[in-house]
Nanobody
Framework: EVQLQASGGGLVQPGGSLRLSCEVS????????IGWIRQAPGKEREGIAL???????FYADSVKGRFTISSDNGMNKVFLQMNNMKSEDTAVYYC????????????????WGQGTLVTVSS
């Protein structure tokens, strides 16, 4: 059974930084990935970053250059470093996993952790 446990959300000022963590267990297939999906108030869920077992990373245009996804060896922990944050980054952030394409299509994402709220406000 795949289990994902996200943590690290909170309140941050515009321009500030925050780091989210995700503890991962039960992921067995070599081609499965871990990513982050967020849902802003009144908006659709949006896949923003993913990392594969070989360390390859991919980002949505909305966060490219500001957010960095990383993992420890073995992908037991995955992190999302968020820098230069903007008010539009306010959302519930979910750690998610499955096939690479499913992170960009949240309706198809296989595994979900609980969300962690990130609020960017002065």
């Amino acid at each position: 059974e795949v289990q994902l446990q996200a943590s690290g959300g909170g309140l941050v000022q515009p321009g500030g930084s925050l780091r989210l963590s995700c503890e991962v267990s039960g992921l067995t297939l070599d081609d499965e990935v871990i990513g982050w999906i967020r849902q802003a108030p009144g908006k659709e869920r949006e896949g923003i970053a993913l990392i594969s077992r070989d360390g390859s990373t991919f980002y949505a245009d909305s966060v490219k250059g500001r957010f960095t996804i990383s993992s420890d060896n073995g992908m037991n922990k995955v992190f999302l470093q968020m820098n230069n944050m903007k008010s539009e980054d306010t959302a519930v952030y979910y750690c998610a996993g499955g096939s690479p394409g499913s992170i960009w299509t949240p309706n198809l994402t296989e595994y979900w952790g609980q969300g962690t709220l990130v609020t960017v406000s002065s």
